[in-house]
């Protein structure tokens, strides 16, 4: 299997957000629950906001699961 019979989704997930075309549209429902259970996890809970970017909430979900380790893969 190519990258060309990849669906656009997964080919996506390793872009810079910085690029994406709709990074400027609300973030999504899955991201915004998995931001709200990183943020958790982190003691953070109180930072959440709703209002932010698909790239905001990218970024955040990426900063986020470093401080927690989640999402690494196993070890």
Excluded: H
């Excluded at 990849?6 to 075309?21: I, S």
């Excluded at 709703?50 to 401080?67: F, G």
């Amino acid at each position: 299997m190519t990258s060309n019979d990849l669906p656009n989704q997964a080919q996506n997930q390793g872009k810079d957000p910085e690029t994406w075309v709709t990074g400027d549209e609300p973030m999504t429902g899955p991201q915004a629950s998995y931001l709200e259970t990183l943020m958790q996890q982190a003691g953070r809970q109180d930072e959440f906001d709703p209002s932010i970017t698909k790239r905001q909430a990218s970024e955040m979900i990426d900063k986020l699961q470093k401080e927690t380790g989640r999402g690494q893969g196993s070890t």
